[in-house]
């Protein structure tokens, strides 16, 4: 009694141990990690690429760090790519470097060094040991931006890091850094001031102590760039970078301020270096002696086109006087650098090119890194395999349409604008030919029509916006024009666009004033007074770019960038800018009131990207604000309720980046969505709280948010990861403590669509060399928490935790008679003692819980899935899974497959056996269950909209489809009848030969007759069995005559349309049906006869096999 009594205790323990802590906690992200966002792409254009590294022992496996979308690793030469870099902080990559003797060692440095106005930041240096699998972060925080890292050749823990420093203020953590003890502990080896950072590091392949290093003075404002200063110069060291000479006009360097400077070092002939200069006359210097002395043998106005974006030198491996100059395109020279030709012109790969990466082993491998991702050469560069795999977009902003599916519309960072869908009805996902490009250029603010989604808006850099008619193909120009030809008109890189959401022809337009037009942007009324602050000093972008003049209109300041008119009151319009206004209008643009006052804590003149006008109330509206341009980490996040008179602060310290982007539920007020550079946030109480979307999304920039108004899903612009998709966020409407409590909580079913999945056009085996982004799940999608003790956590570590806590608990429960831990090992071993151990436990688990679903086995837990149609009748059960929280499951619309025989478990097998039957539409009950509790919910199924097909016309095609299903069922029930008396024959046949053996040892008697009746009969089971079906491992193609492949044929044909049934198909089935009862005929015969006679005689043997079947009626 004692040990039952300590038994429970300890069960109760065990218990208590592994519920789920949310019990007492608010609601925990990690929970709902079952609610998984889905990338779409495109990586039709991808993004921009800073690094690219090989490993050269095995180029198969190549590193790609993306400006702003991670770090991404391909084993199979470029093929495809897998990230590795999505749980870090950061997604901003600059450097990378692999330590070749063992290639799995890589170190990378966060944040680019391309220093244009879009780029992210990042945190300092990272290493791997394991090629990717972990990562350890190893400080130089305040870096911001590593353009290169140096690994030892022959030591892993000496390593140098470049690194550019802040980009829009001075700080003092820039320059070369050195750590001798693999990151532990660094040492600033090299630095003049802290304006000025490292641009490139590279060390000598035939002497590890010897280095080159290049130091660049640049500062960036948001109206004005800088390169040069007395910063800027070219360095070596010949002691590993303990001290460093600079290189002077006495050593061969351009005369006056200099700015960036590319370096390069002849593989082959270490002797000879290339150095690109930036200067008041920019040139290519070559060194024969290993950098004692320098000679400009280049100095054409277009060696250095543009080097603040890139001064960045390769040379191929095999010959010292191919030389790489790698700018807008890149040019090749094949004598020291005199003379370039154009190798890679704009027309031939995506212009702008920032990294390269030759084969050591081969010099006409190339992979190269561009503003539009990434492209490989096998031939010295003639021709080109762009890399469609990478889905890298840069998106500014995201918007929508109503069609089924809904498409997604938006324009990337030099990537122009695109539409494409959410998800196909296609096969094969979403791939990269179903997105159409809608304007070129640097793509911003991108819309439809709201009526018309075949015409839209697409704005590019400097407020060039066209409407695009995707009937035609125009591209029509709508710019607006200056009303006064003395105010010059300004736009900004990123100018604000906004549809009217009470005119499908108007639009909105921000320069420094806002724009409204009627007429779809033929013509156009200025409707505000310039609402920046208008200051001269801030609108001086022609100059703008320091030594090399660089006015792209990057730097265009004083504009307006964020425009929100209200959707409940037409005459209310918001309006941001570049420069920290915000204001108001309540009269449709006739007066405008100035609120950015009323902001408390913001900077001053601080950036304004985004407004979002609520819509339940049009005083309410929400306003993000960016100051990273100062250095100003800080995320800005605001509310006001009265037209901005006051402000509520959102931002708590759970964010993690400054803000860029935010979305209001258009049905829950309290549900929020904020993207910041480091990520996508959620709030389910109105902004008192925030946490991280990991959930199938990565660290990365998320520049905008709209929820879907009809499928309540959120389309989510990434900035570095193109486009995702959150699926149906109704359940985090009604998301709460309480909800995650429950041990299961079933949430509402949005309707299931129907339709018919046509073949994508193009090829239909495009093998993996294509990225294809997710389609949402076909059917109807299955929302359920679960909390419930001993099911696998979410997260990995938690999950080990709980794995760790269980088998403690368990190691306490096993006890001996006299109470004391027995040790596992002294179990006895016996059958009956494991039985009887067994048995115990079985006993001693929670109510509903099995072998195959107890936590801790190999199978992982599972809830049992059940679909009733309207008169209760159960058509179809499967399985769902099992975690602690938010799991989702879909149906997809099919009632139980019909019962087929049993084949193969291979590819092959799974391939040939058929799914049940798509339900007419109506309204379905779903049933889930879980260790004995129990949840329902209703779903309704809706026709494909593209047929009119009668109901009734569908219900007719379906009672045919069942009817078939039927004779398929009693064709298998016969096939399996002639398998089981074909087994039981194998065991007579097996007996009778035993006993004739002893038999004949014994006094030299025949073989039984009984053993050849049976092999008799066994044939005569077998002919009929080959016209019932082809059994497997059936030798050769055989002609499709069985039963079986004529049932088969009636029910695809009748499942490829909505149809109901064909004539043809019907008269299909009819013969197949005849054809069976003819079977079937002859079968029951067989058993009639010569099975009746051959059971009677075995039985006189006391062979107790063979049962008297019944005849099987068709």
């Not at 039709?44 to 050269?56: H, L, P």
């Not at 790519?81 to 330590?99: H, K, L, N, R």
């Not at 590091?201 to 948001?222: C, G, H, Q, T």
Request: proline share 6%; glycine share 8%; no cysteine.
């Amino acid at each position: 009694m004692q040990k039952s009594r300590t038994a429970v205790l300890l069960l109760s323990l065990l218990h208590l141990l592994l519920l789920p802590v949310v019990l007492h906690a608010q609601v925990d992200p990690e929970l709902l990690a079952g609610m998984k966002a889905r990338s779409i792409g495109p990586a039709a254009m991808s993004g921009r690429v800073a690094a690219i590294e090989a490993v050269e022992s095995n180029p198969n496996i190549v590193y790609v760090g993306a400006a702003t979308g991670g770090l991404w690793k391909s084993t199979n030469a470029a093929l495809s790519f897998t990230p590795i870099f999505d749980d870090q902080p950061v997604a901003a990559i600059g450097a990378i470097a692999i330590f070749q003797p063992s290639p799995d060692i890589v170190w990378v440095g966060t944040g680019e060094g391309n220093v244009r106005n879009s780029v992210s930041v990042g945190n300092g240096v990272y290493r791997t040991l394991d090629g990717g699998k972990t990562w350890q972060h190893l400080g130089l925080d305040k870096t911001e931006r590593i353009p290169r890292i140096v690994v030892h050749p022959r030591d892993p823990n000496v390593a140098w890091v470049a690194a550019l420093g802040q980009e829009w203020s001075p700080n003092a953590d820039r320059g070369v850094f050195k750590t001798v003890d693999g990151g532990k502990s660094w040492r600033k080896v090299l630095f003049v001031n802290d304006r000025t950072g490292a641009a490139d590091l590279v060390i000598d392949p035939s002497n590890p102590n010897k280095l080159f290093a290049s130091m660049w003075e640049y500062r960036r404002w948001p109206w004005y760039f800088n390169s040069g200063g007395p910063g800027s110069g070219l360095y070596v060291s010949y002691d590993g970078g303990e001290t460093w000479k600079r290189y002077t006009e006495d050593d061969g360097m351009p005369k006056g301020v200099l700015g960036r400077i590319g370096v390069a070092i002849a593989r082959s002939n270490p002797s000879i270096v290339y150095a690109l200069v930036e200067a008041d006359k920019s040139a290519l210097l070559r060194s024969d002696d290993g950098g004692r002395k320098w000679t400009a043998v280049n100095t054409e106005t277009d060696i250095a086109n543009r080097p603040f974006y890139y001064t960045f030198l390769r040379v191929d491996p095999q010959d010292a006087n191919r030389v790489y100059n790698i700018y807008s395109v890149i040019s090749v020279s094949n004598d020291g650098g005199r003379t370039f030709k154009t190798l890679v012109p704009y027309s031939k790969v995506h212009p702008d090119h920032h990294a390269m990466w030759i084969d050591p082993n081969d010099g006409g491998h190339i992979l190269e890194g561009n503003d539009g991702g990434v492209s490989e050469s096998r031939d010295r560069g003639t021709s080109w395999r762009f890399v469609a795999s990478l889905p890298l977009g840069q998106y500014y902003h995201i918007a929508v349409d109503n069609e089924m599916p809904y498409n997604i519309y938006g324009g990337m960072q030099d990537n122009g604008s695109w539409k494409g869908p959410n998800t196909t009805w296609e096969t094969a996902g979403v791939r990269n030919w179903d997105w159409q490009e809608i304007g070129f250029g640097d793509g911003f603010g991108t819309a439809p029509i709201p009526t018309d989604p075949m015409v839209g808006y697409a704005m590019s850099q400097e407020g060039h916006i066209v409407r695009w008619n995707l009937r035609t193909g125009e591209r029509k120009d709508i710019r607006p024009a200056p009303l006064d030809p003395n105010t010059p008109i300004r736009f900004n890189w990123n100018a604000a666009i906004a549809v009217d959401p009470f005119d499908p022809n108007g639009v909105y337009f921000g320069s420094q004033y806002v724009h409204h037009s009627s007429d779809r942007g033929e013509t156009w009324k200025t409707i505000s007074p310039d609402l920046t602050t208008n200051r001269k000093e801030w609108q001086q972008q022609d100059k703008s770019g320091g030594l090399t003049l660089d006015a792209s209109g990057a730097e265009n300041f004083t504009t307006i960038i964020a425009l929100a008119p209200s959707p409940v009151d037409r005459n209310v319009v918001w309006a941001g800018t570049d420069d920290g206004r915000v204001q108001v209008t309540r009269d449709g643009g006739a007066h405008w009131t100035s609120v950015e006052a009323n902001l408390k804590g913001v900077p001053a003149n601080t950036w304004v990207p985004e407004i979002k006008a609520s819509t339940y109330d049009a005083g309410t509206a929400f306003i993000v604000l960016d100051d990273h341009r100062r250095s100003n980490w800080t995320p800005y996040v605001f509310r006001t309720n009265d037209y901005g008179k006051t402000w509520t602060s959102l931002a708590t310290k759970d964010l993690w980046g400054y803000a860029l982007s935010i979305e209001q539920d258009p049905v829950d007020a309290d549900l929020l969505f904020l993207g910041t550079e480091f990520g996508l946030w959620t709030s389910l109480d109105g902004g008192k709280s925030w946490s991280k979307w990991k959930h199938g999304f990565p660290t990365v920039s998320v520049q905008g948010l709209k929820i879907h108004p009809r499928d309540h899903d959120l389309a989510i612009a990434t900035h570095g990861r193109a486009a995702y998709i959150l699926d149906d966020i109704r359940p985090l409407r009604t998301m709460s403590k309480a909800v995650l409590a429950e041990p299961l909580h079933f949430f509402s079913v949005p309707d299931a669509q129907q339709y018919t999945v046509r073949q994508k056009e193009g090829s239909r085996f495009v093998g993996d060399s294509e990225f294809r982004g997710e389609n949402e799940p076909y059917g109807a999608l299955l929302t359920y928490s679960l909390n419930v003790a001993g099911i696998p956590h979410p997260t990995e570590e938690r999950e080990r935790e709980r794995k760790e806590k269980e088998r403690d608990a368990a190691r306490q429960a096993i006890v001996t008679d006299e109470g004391v831990p027995q040790v596992v090992s002294d179990v006895p071993k016996e059958p009956e003692a494991q039985k009887a151990k067994q048995e115990q436990k079985e006993a001693q688990k929670p109510q509903g819980q099995t072998q195959a679903t107890r936590a801790g086995d190999d199978k992982p837990p599972q809830v049992d899935i059940e679909v009733a149609d309207a008169a209760g009748k159960v058509i179809r059960k499967f399985k769902g899974p099992a975690i602690l929280g938010v799991n989702r499951a879909s149906w997809d619309l099919t009632r139980d497959a019909f019962k087929q025989p049993k084949r193969g478990e291979g590819e092959e097998e799974s391939f040939r056996r058929r799914g049940g039957p798509e339900v007419v539409p109506g309204v379905y009950t779903v049933t889930i269950r879980f260790r004995g509790n129990e949840a329902k919910q209703q779903v309704t199924v809706v026709a494909d909209p593209r047929e009119t097909i009668a109901q009734s016309v569908r219900q007719a095609k379906y009672d045919a489809i069942v009817r078939a299903g039927a004779l398929q069922e009693t064709a298998t029930a016969a096939v399996e009848r002639i398998q089981k008396t074909r087994a039981d024959l194998d065991a007579i046949t097996a007996k009778l030969k035993k006993d004739d053996d002893r038999d004949a040892a014994a006094t030299n008697a025949p073989p039984d007759p009984l053993t050849k009746q049976a092999t008799e009969l066994k044939a005569k089971l077998d002919a009929i069995e080959r016209r019932l079906w082809t059994p497997p491992k059936t030798k050769g193609l055989v002609a499709e005559n069985d039963v079986l492949s004529r049932i088969g044929y009636p029910i695809n044909a009748m499942q490829s349309s909505w149809d109901a049934p064909t004539p043809a198909q019907l008269t299909y089935l009819a013969n197949a049906e005849l054809l069976l009862r003819s079977v079937l005929a002859d079968l029951n015969q067989l058993y009639a006869s010569d099975v009746a006679q051959f059971r009677d005689a075995v039985r006189k043997q006391n062979v107790v096999l063979l049962p008297d079947y019944e005849p099987i009626q068709p």
